[in-house]
């Protein structure tokens, strides 16, 4: 977040593309349950995909790479939800919490739409990236930044987690459908990218 302390893991973009391409990539997360839990796609010293190895399927169709982009984007969405949230106590704009209000909704729809996914393929919906600072997500001490502000100074912090938020979940999506993702996730990436960017241009005015 522009406003916030910034470090290291937060400005690793390759560290969220191995987290979302490659199922163990992210520092400390754990193997996701069930059968595909094999990468299917490297990422190169440079953030560039190497040649994917062949995807292993879930019983459900889910190959490792749909299931490391699912949990990614449940974990980010589940904390731009809660984020969101905040802004009709915290804000002074009316735009803001308008706005605020209408993304909000957008996420319990997508939130739900990717738990019914895991749920088919017998995947639990468990949280392999809690407690990790990354792209696309606030820490614990963003967080709390966040919810202690009021006013100017929330609308400020709120509008830049936003940014990050948005920006990771396009740049998510357009690498998850050049992987070895099933045809259904790379359609719900493509639906979640182009949503993301709407966002970016509207924040971004």
Known sequence: MTDLATGGPKKALLAALLCALT????????????????????????????????????PGGLTATDIGWIQLMIAMDDQA???????????????????????????????????????QAAIPDDNPHEGHDMPGMVNAQELQAV????????????????????????KMAASVRKAEASGEVKKLALATGRSAADSLRRLQR
């Open 81 to 119: 939800r809660h984020i969101l949230l905040l802004a009709p106590e915290r804000s002074d704009s009316t735009d803001l919490k308008s706005w605020a209000a209408d993304t909000v909704e957008h996420h319990r729809a997508e939130l739900a739409t990717l738990r019914a996914l895991l749920a």
């Open 147 to 170: 919810e202690a502000a009021r006013g100017p100074r929330f609308d400020r912090l709120w509008r830049s987690a936003m940014l990050e938020h948005f920006t990771q979940t396009r």
């Open 23 to 58: 199922v163990s990539g992210c520092a400390g997360a754990t193997q996701p349950s069930g059968p595909a839990a094999a990468p299917t796609a490297a990422i190169g010293s440079h953030g560039t995909e190497s040649s994917p190895e062949p995807a292993s399927a879930s």
